[in-house]
C-alpha cells in the first residue's frame, strides 16, 4: 500500500514538474520575443539645433489715419455754378473745386467800389484843403473815416465773392462729388472728402509694460487685409504724452510714406514693432516640441553605446544605417517664427533632436534616422 502511495506521488510529482517546466520554458521564450522585438530600432527624423539672429517685435493692431483730412465744404449758402473736378481727382491746394452764384456780390462790389472812389478823391481834395486851413480838421476827420468805411465794403464783399469759390485747402486726393450744377448749398454743405494719402499715419496703442521699449524713429511694419502679400514699412514718429488712464495703454503714431497709394485712410492694420536684433537664438522645428501639461520637451539624439549584435564591427548595419538612443529633455520655448521655435533654456547649438516619430519613443530607446521625411507631411499628421 504505501509502496503504491510512493509510485502515485513521484508520478504526480513528475507531471507538475514537467507542467512547471513547460511554463518557464514559455515564459522566457515570449520575454526574448518581446525582448528582440521592443529593441528594434524605430525610424524617426531628425535635425540639430542651430542659431539664427532674429529680430524681436511688439505686436499691436491700429487704425491708418491721413496726415490731413477734411470734408471740403460751403462756408455760405449759394447755388453751384459751376463744378471744376472729377471725383477721386488729385488736386493741389488752392485749386478751385465748386465756383456758387455769386452776381449778387459782384453787384454790391461796384456799388461798394464806386463809393470807395467818391470817398478816395474827397480824402485828397481835404488833405490839400487842410493844409490852406480852409476846412476844419473835424470836416477832415470825416472825410478820412468815410473812406475807410468805404474800403472796409469792399474788402467786406470781395471777401464774400471769394468764399464762394470752394477751393482744396491742402494737396491730396478726392472722394466722391457729392454736388451738382444748380444745386443749393447751405452753409457746412459737403462737396467732397479729401484726403492727403502720401505720407500717411497709422495709428496704435502697446499696454504701458512696453514703455521703455518705443521709441521716435524706431522701424515697423504693418500689413492690411486689402494687400495680404505686401509689408508696408514705417518709423515711429509720435509718442503721447500720458497713459490713458482707462485701458492703460500708451498711443503711438507711426509714419508710411505710401509712395505707391496702396494705402487707405480707415484701413485696419496689424503692426509689428521692431525692437533691436537678438543673435544666436537656439532653434529647432515646431515639430521637435511635445507639448504637455507638465511642460514642453524635446527627444535627444544620441550615440548608441551598445549597437544591435547583427551589425557590423563599425555598429553599421548595410541597409538601416547607424543606430542611436533617444532620451526625452525639458526646455523652455520661446517666440516662434513660421515652423523654428526658439528654446530659451534647456538646448545647445548642434545638439541633434528627433522632429516625427516621437509617439514611438520612450526614453533608451533605439532608433534610425530617415530624414526623407518631409516636415510638412509630418504637420498634417502622416508620416512616410
Given at each position: 500500500m504505501v509502496k503504491r502511495m510512493i509510485i502515485m506521488l513521484v508520478g504526480l510529482g513528475a507531471v507538475f514538474g514537467a507542467l512547471f517546466g513547460f511554463q518557464i520554458f514559455k515564459d522566457r521564450l515570449i520575454k526574448q520575443v518581446l525582448g528582440d522585438y521592443l529593441s528594434a530600432p524605430v525610424t524617426i527624423s531628425a535635425t540639430p539645433a542651430i542659431a539664427q539672429t532674429w529680430t524681436p517685435s511688439l505686436s499691436a493692431v491700429g487704425s491708418l489715419v491721413a496726415v490731413q483730412g477734411v470734408d471740403v465744404s460751403a462756408e455760405t449758402s449759394g447755388l453751384v455754378q459751376s463744378?471744376?473736378?472729377e471725383s477721386g481727382q488729385e488736386v493741389k491746394q488752392g485749386q478751385l473745386l465748386v465756383q456758387q452764384d455769386d452776381d449778387v456780390e459782384q453787384g454790391d462790389l461796384l456799388n461798394y467800389q464806386a463809393q470807395l472812389n467818391l470817398a478816395q478823391t474827397t480824402y485828397r481834395r481835404n488833405q490839400d484843403l487842410i493844409l490852406r486851413k480852409i476846412i476844419s480838421q473835424s470836416d477832415f476827420d470825416q472825410s478820412s473815416?468815410?473812406?475807410?468805411?468805404?474800403?472796409?465794403?469792399?474788402?467786406?464783399?470781395?471777401?464774400?465773392?471769394?468764399i464762394k469759390k470752394i477751393q482744396a485747402p491742402f494737396s491730396g486726393r478726392?472722394?466722391?462729388r457729392q454736388v451738382n450744377l444748380g444745386q443749393y448749398l447751405a452753409p457746412g454743405g459737403v462737396v467732397a472728402n479729401l484726403q492727403t494719402l502720401r505720407p500717411i499715419y497709422v495709428n496704435f496703442s502697446l499696454p504701458e509694460r512696453y514703455l521703455e521699449q518705443v521709441t521716435l524713429n524706431q522701424p515697423f511694419t504693418i500689413k492690411v487685409e486689402g494687400h495680404p502679400n505686401d509689408t508696408f514699412t514705417g518709423k515711429v514718429t509720435a509718442i503721447s504724452a500720458q497713459i490713458d488712464e482707462q485701458t492703460r495703454t500708451l498711443a503711438i503714431q507711426g509714419t508710411l510714406p505710401n509712395t505707391d497709394l496702396n494705402l487707405y485712410p480707415g484701413m485696419f492694420a496689424s503692426v509689428n514693432l521692431l525692437l533691436p536684433q537678438q543673435q544666436n537664438i537656439v532653434t529647432v522645428p515646431q515639430t521637435a516640441i511635445a507639448s504637455a501639461l507638465y511642460g514642453d520637451s524635446v527627444f535627444m539624439v544620441e550615440p548608441d553605446p551598445d549597437p544591435p549584435k547583427d551589425t557590423g564591427t563599425d555598429g553599421k548595419s548595410p541597409k538601416s544605417g547607424p543606430t542611436f538612443i533617444v532620451n526625452r529633455r525639458y526646455v523652455t520655448v520661446g517666440e516662434q517664427r513660421g515652423n523654428q521655435v526658439a528654446i530659451t533654456k534647456g538646448l545647445k547649438v548642434g545638439e541633434q533632436v528627433v522632429t516625427s516619430g516621437q509617439l514611438k519613443l520612450k526614453n533608451g530607446a533605439r532608433v534610425l534616422i530617415d530624414n526623407s521625411v518631409k516636415l510638412d507631411s509630418l504637420a498634417s499628421g502622416k508620416e512616410d
Amino acid at each position: 500500500m504505501v509502496k503504491r502511495m510512493i509510485i502515485m506521488l513521484v508520478g504526480l510529482g513528475a507531471v507538475f514538474g514537467a507542467l512547471f517546466g513547460f511554463q518557464i520554458f514559455k515564459d522566457r521564450l515570449i520575454k526574448q520575443v518581446l525582448g528582440d522585438y521592443l529593441s528594434a530600432p524605430v525610424t524617426i527624423s531628425a535635425t540639430p539645433a542651430i542659431a539664427q539672429t532674429w529680430t524681436p517685435s511688439l505686436s499691436a493692431v491700429g487704425s491708418l489715419v491721413a496726415v490731413q483730412g477734411v470734408d471740403v465744404s460751403a462756408e455760405t449758402s449759394g447755388l453751384v455754378q459751376s463744378i471744376h473736378f472729377e471725383s477721386g481727382q488729385e488736386v493741389k491746394q488752392g485749386q478751385l473745386l465748386v465756383q456758387q452764384d455769386d452776381d449778387v456780390e459782384q453787384g454790391d462790389l461796384l456799388n461798394y467800389q464806386a463809393q470807395l472812389n467818391l470817398a478816395q478823391t474827397t480824402y485828397r481834395r481835404n488833405q490839400d484843403l487842410i493844409l490852406r486851413k480852409i476846412i476844419s480838421q473835424s470836416d477832415f476827420d470825416q472825410s478820412s473815416a468815410t473812406l475807410k468805411q468805404a474800403e472796409a465794403a469792399v474788402a467786406r464783399v470781395k471777401g464774400l465773392i471769394d468764399i464762394k469759390k470752394i477751393q482744396a485747402p491742402f494737396s491730396g486726393r478726392l472722394g466722391i462729388r457729392q454736388v451738382n450744377l444748380g444745386q443749393y448749398l447751405a452753409p457746412g454743405g459737403v462737396v467732397a472728402n479729401l484726403q492727403t494719402l502720401r505720407p500717411i499715419y497709422v495709428n496704435f496703442s502697446l499696454p504701458e509694460r512696453y514703455l521703455e521699449q518705443v521709441t521716435l524713429n524706431q522701424p515697423f511694419t504693418i500689413k492690411v487685409e486689402g494687400h495680404p502679400n505686401d509689408t508696408f514699412t514705417g518709423k515711429v514718429t509720435a509718442i503721447s504724452a500720458q497713459i490713458d488712464e482707462q485701458t492703460r495703454t500708451l498711443a503711438i503714431q507711426g509714419t508710411l510714406p505710401n509712395t505707391d497709394l496702396n494705402l487707405y485712410p480707415g484701413m485696419f492694420a496689424s503692426v509689428n514693432l521692431l525692437l533691436p536684433q537678438q543673435q544666436n537664438i537656439v532653434t529647432v522645428p515646431q515639430t521637435a516640441i511635445a507639448s504637455a501639461l507638465y511642460g514642453d520637451s524635446v527627444f535627444m539624439v544620441e550615440p548608441d553605446p551598445d549597437p544591435p549584435k547583427d551589425t557590423g564591427t563599425d555598429g553599421k548595419s548595410p541597409k538601416s544605417g547607424p543606430t542611436f538612443i533617444v532620451n526625452r529633455r525639458y526646455v523652455t520655448v520661446g517666440e516662434q517664427r513660421g515652423n523654428q521655435v526658439a528654446i530659451t533654456k534647456g538646448l545647445k547649438v548642434g545638439e541633434q533632436v528627433v522632429t516625427s516619430g516621437q509617439l514611438k519613443l520612450k526614453n533608451g530607446a533605439r532608433v534610425l534616422i530617415d530624414n526623407s521625411v518631409k516636415l510638412d507631411s509630418l504637420a498634417s499628421g502622416k508620416e512616410d
